[in-house]
């Protein structure tokens, strides 16, 4: 299996930036492309964006493109997500996943345990 852990996640006021992190390890040997979701207080989990292993496929949900910047670090074993200009609206936990079973949008087989970013206005 694969295990995950992010970090990198707190508070931060409305125009701020954080960088947030994730470690994987077990089998990545599988070369499993990688992504990130967020869960916001009182709504359903949703796609922020994913990176295939090379990083030549990357793709971004509309809410965050032009703002959040993926990328990896394979010899680290890490997924990044670089958040820039962070709006209220941006508070949820936010998750790494590995792993996309059908399509990079939906179902992952691992996830991390999440970490928190709020963002203040």
């Known amino acids: 299996q694969v295990l995950l852990v992010e970090s990198g996640g707190g508070l931060v006021q409305a125009g701020g930036s954080l960088r947030l992190s994730c470690v994987a390890s077990g089998r990545t040997f599988n070369n499993f492309a990688m992504g990130w979701f967020r869960q916001a207080p009182g709504k359903e989990r949703e796609f922020v964006a994913a990176?295939?292993?090379?990083?030549?496929?990357?793709y971004y949900a509309d809410s965050v493109k032009g703002r959040f910047t993926i990328s990896r670090d394979n010899a680290k074993n890490t997924l990044y997500l670089h958040m820039n200009s962070l709006k209220p609206e941006d508070t949820a936990v936010y998750y790494c996943a590995s792993g996309p079973r059908r399509d990079y949008f939906s179902t992952y087989d691992y996830w991390g345990q999440g970490t928190q970013v709020t963002v203040s206005s």
């Open positions: 990176i295939s292993y090379s990083g030549s496929n990357i």
